[in-house]
């Protein structure tokens, strides 16, 4: 889930990142919370990015996020949801 937006699955997901095929992207990350519970987990994060089109101007965005992961029958964990409140920064 992002501001402005309806929620969305794994296919948004994948469209709107292969959009971004030629975006340069940076980001830094600081976790606030996370609880696992078995095979399930949560995250409160903040975090703060800027993302460059191509021959563009950047965009810094800052806020929290909540993720809820899922543990994979493999052992590894994947993103179940993801709430993202990220909101654009004035420069």
Known sequence: ??????PFGKEGFAATFREMKNVHLEATSEIQEIKVLG???WM?????VTVTPPNGKPVRRSGNTL???RKK???RWAIHRDANLLTT???
């Open 89 to 91: 920064v004035s420069n």
């Open 73 to 75: 029958t493999d052992g």
């Open 1 to 6: 889930m992002v501001p402005g937006q309806e």
């Open 44 to 48: 409160r994060n903040r975090l703060k």
């Open 39 to 41: 095979d399930w987990a």
């Open 67 to 69: 993720t809820i992961f």
